[in-house]
């Protein structure tokens, strides 16, 4: 799931880099309002999550722009996508089975979950708003192309 989230920002972002900063930038009615509100989030969320798990919480507040400039927000998507897939190979699954306790951003309450459903949670968060911003480009007459995990390059083994 880690590489999955690498390869579908990698690819959003392409076609992101395309558009119009004011375009991706202009209310479009979505959670997030815009193109630039949805990666932004996206980030948020996966900061967070990161964060938690790492014990190095995240300072921002859901709703906050982290980067204001699209270029910086493509570098720290990265950085962050590198981060999640380098976490994500020491995984163990006594961790994973784990309870954790984490405070979340949306409500203030503190939880204690097994951590595997936390981290299903982070991948899921990723989809779910990666669908919103799939949307909004195909309104906007952009092509996402496939964005279904079987189609993950490394997986694909069609001769």
């Given at each position: 799931?880690?590489?999955?989230?690498?390869?579908?920002?990698?690819?959003?972002?392409?076609?992101?880099?395309?558009?119009?900063?004011s375009?991706?930038?202009?209310?479009?009615?979505?959670?997030?309002?815009?193109?630039?509100?949805?990666?932004?989030?996206?980030?948020?969320?996966?900061?967070?999550?990161?964060?938690?798990?790492?014990?190095?919480?995240?300072?921002?507040?859901?709703?906050?722009?982290?980067?204001?400039?699209?270029?910086?927000?493509?570098?720290?998507?990265?950085?962050?996508?590198?981060?999640?897939?380098?976490?994500?190979?020491?995984?163990?699954?006594?961790?994973?089975?784990?309870?954790?306790?984490?405070?979340?951003?949306?409500d203030?309450?503190?939880?204690?979950?097994?951590?595997?459903?936390?981290?299903?949670?982070?991948?899921?968060?990723?989809?779910?708003?990666r669908?919103?911003?799939?949307?909004?480009?195909?309104?906007?007459?952009?092509n996402?192309?496939?964005?279904?995990?079987?189609?993950?390059?490394?997986?694909?083994?069609?001769?």
């Open positions: 799931m880690a590489q999955y989230n690498r390869w579908m920002n990698q690819k959003l972002y392409a076609i992101c880099a395309e558009i119009p900063d375009k991706r930038k202009e209310d479009l009615g979505a959670f997030f309002k815009s193109i630039h509100g949805t990666l932004n989030h996206l980030l948020y969320g996966d900061r967070a999550w990161i964060g938690r798990f790492i014990g190095e919480p995240f300072a921002a507040k859901i709703g906050d722009e982290l980067y204001e400039d699209f270029n910086e927000l493509v570098v720290q998507r990265e950085v962050t996508d590198l981060q999640i897939i380098e976490w994500s190979q020491k995984l163990s699954s006594e961790w994973l089975h784990q309870d954790f306790k984490y405070t979340s951003g949306v203030g309450k503190t939880r204690i979950l097994p951590a595997w459903v936390l981290v299903t949670h982070m991948f899921n968060h990723q989809t779910h708003h669908g919103q911003l799939t949307t909004l480009l195909s309104q906007l007459e952009y996402p192309g496939v964005t279904d995990l079987p189609f993950l390059p490394w997986l694909n083994t069609i001769s």
